[in-house]
């Protein structure tokens, strides 16, 4: 099990226990204030607590601040991140306006000259070179409290780590960890990383990688997941629930972020759906159901619709909506209130592993669990 630091970023708490995070990254033109701001509203009203903006180029980077201004006056406090590719300019600009830059090795300091056989003299020498250059976004990022993302791409690897490593789980690790060594010699540490691939089995690989990296020197940083250009619809939810999935039950991962090719607010009910699904943040009750067979006698599906929108609120609880008795209870064990088919048209009712109440007609069985469940005192008005 993986235990990261905590660190700050803005007024959130992030890593070293804290509850795992849920990003997003806007989409609008930076230079657009408006509907930049209204997009983070929406964003921050549907669950995301830190919102990244893209700051290509000097001009947006500064732009930032006129966002960061209207969002306040509309009491929004959220973290903002300025996403960085190929401009250490703009990085500077932007770490003195938001909570933290987020920086791609591949193209961040790296020089693409078409070289890729290195003597380890030539290596070394490069990787200080990198150092020099990162220095002074280092020292602005001290100075304003800034936090740092160093999020490794598949895609985009320099030539150095190409040439050596190629386009590997390994080279994005260690890409990665040259960055984490350069931050470390200069005493800076509010450090997140990320390894970003839209090949899931690289995504995942490659973060275990950093990691089993991090602990041989020593390093706790927190860890970024997402399996970038997942695409839409079931695809997307489907990959990014595989990767992000996989390494939560690692227990490796800070905060998450969902990229769908759609409006960036549908990520955060997917993301808060994978963290439930895994156990690491509750967010809404939870539900066992069977999917039936031939000794089911009562229509499970409109019943389990039903319990979903009277009890879905409620936040912890959860819920067996089993087909019959021959699995349903031994299946739905570790459940608060259980729903069983018992007959044709019955139902009967339990709480954790007692039967309270039995044979009740499928009309009035919903009702009659949730006057069970106020019963027992684990009921919650909705919002």
Same mark, same amino acid.
């Given at each position: 099990?993986?235990?990261?630091?905590?660190?700050?970023?803005?007024?959130?708490?992030?890593?070293?226990?804290?509850?795992?995070?849920?990003? !997003?990254?806007?989409?609008?033109?930076?230079?657009?204030?408006?509907?930049?701001?209204?997009?983070?509203?929406?964003?921050?009203?549907?669950?995301?607590?830190?919102?990244?903006?893209?700051?290509?180029?000097?001009?947006?980077?500064?732009?930032?601040?006129?966002?960061?201004?209207?969002?306040?006056?509309?009491?929004?406090?959220?973290?903002?991140?300025?996403?960085?590719?190929?401009?250490?300019?703009?990085?500077?600009?932007?770490?003195?306006?938001?909570?933290?830059?987020?920086?791609?090795?591949?193209?961040?300091?790296?020089?693409?000259?078409?070289?890729?056989?290195?003597?380890?003299?030539?290596?070394?020498?490069?990787?200080?070179?990198?150092?020099?250059?990162?220095?002074?976004?280092?020292?602005?990022?001290?100075?304003?409290?800034?936090?740092?993302?160093?999020?490794?791409?598949?895609?985009?690897?320099?030539?150095?780590?190409?040439?050596?490593?190629?386009?590997?789980?390994?080279?994005?690790?260690? !890409?990665?960890?040259?960055?984490?060594?350069?931050?470390?010699?200069?005493?800076?540490?509010?450090?997140?990383?990320?390894?970003?691939?839209?090949?899931?089995?690289?995504?995942?690989?490659?973060?275990?990688?950093?990691?089993?990296?991090?602990?041989?020197?020593?390093?706790?940083?927190?860890?970024?997941?997402?399996?970038?250009?997942?695409?839409?619809?079931?695809?997307?939810?489907?990959?990014?629930?595989?990767?992000?999935?996989?390494?939560?039950?690692?227990?490796?991962?800070?905060?998450?972020?969902? !990229?769908?090719?759609?409006?960036?607010?549908?990520?955060?009910?997917?993301?808060?759906?994978?963290?439930?699904?895994?156990?690491?943040?509750?967010?809404?009750?939870?539900?066992?159901?069977?999917?039936?067979?031939?000794?089911?006698?009562?229509?499970?599906?409109?019943?389990?619709?039903?319990?979903?929108?009277?009890?879905?609120?409620?936040?912890?609880?959860?819920?067996?909506?089993?087909?019959?008795?021959?699995?349903?209870?031994?299946?739905?064990?570790?459940?608060?209130?259980?729903?069983?088919?018992?007959?044709?048209?019955?139902?009967?009712?339990?709480?954790?592993?007692?039967?309270?109440?039995?044979?009740?007609?499928?009309?009035?069985?919903?009702?009659?669990?949730?006057?069970?469940?106020?019963?027992?005192?684990?009921?919650?008005?909705?919002?």
């Amino acid at each position: 099990m993986y235990k990261s630091r905590q660190i700050e970023i803005g007024n959130l708490t992030f890593g070293g226990g804290a509850p795992v995070r849920v990003q !997003s990254m806007t989409n609008t033109p930076t230079l657009d204030t408006m509907k930049t701001v209204d997009q983070t509203l929406r964003l921050v009203e549907a669950g995301c607590e830190m919102v990244r903006i893209t700051a290509s180029d000097s001009k947006s980077a500064e732009n930032l601040y006129n966002i960061k201004n209207e969002l306040l006056k509309r009491n929004c406090n959220v973290p903002l991140v300025a996403d960085i590719h190929f401009n250490p300019a703009a990085a500077e600009i932007a770490a003195k306006i938001v909570d933290k830059v987020r920086v791609n090795p591949g193209n961040f300091t790296d020089r693409n000259t078409g070289k890729v056989d290195y003597t380890e003299q030539e290596y070394n020498d490069e990787l200080k070179r990198i150092a020099e250059r990162m220095q002074s976004l280092i020292e602005v990022c001290k100075q304003h409290g800034t936090a740092m993302r160093i999020g490794t791409n598949h895609g985009s690897l320099s030539e150095r780590i190409m040439g050596r490593y190629g386009n590997t789980a390994e080279g994005m690790a260690q !890409s990665a960890i040259e960055f984490a060594e350069v931050c470390r010699q200069q005493d800076y540490h509010k450090l997140v990383f990320s390894m970003k691939a839209s090949n899931v089995k690289v995504m995942v690989d490659s973060t275990r990688r950093f990691v089993e990296k991090m602990q041989e020197l020593g390093m706790d940083y927190p860890i970024h997941l997402g399996v970038t250009e997942a695409g839409d619809g079931d695809q997307g939810r489907l990959k990014s629930a595989a990767g992000i999935g996989a390494l939560l039950l690692d227990g490796i991962g800070d905060t998450i972020r969902v !990229s769908l090719t759609e409006d960036p607010v549908a990520e955060i009910p997917v993301a808060y759906d994978i963290l439930q699904a895994v156990g690491a943040r509750i967010s809404k009750a939870e539900y066992i159901a069977c999917p039936s067979c031939g000794r089911t006698q009562y229509d499970i599906q409109t019943a389990l619709h039903a319990i979903q929108a009277r009890t879905q609120h409620l936040k912890g609880l959860k819920i067996g909506v089993m087909g019959c008795i021959v699995n349903g209870p031994g299946e739905m064990a570790d459940a608060h209130y259980g729903y069983v088919g018992s007959g044709i048209g019955t139902i009967t009712l339990y709480k954790g592993k007692e039967v309270v109440r039995r044979n009740i007609p499928q009309e009035n069985a919903v009702e009659e669990l949730v006057n069970l469940i106020k019963e027992n005192g684990d009921w919650t008005d909705p919002r």
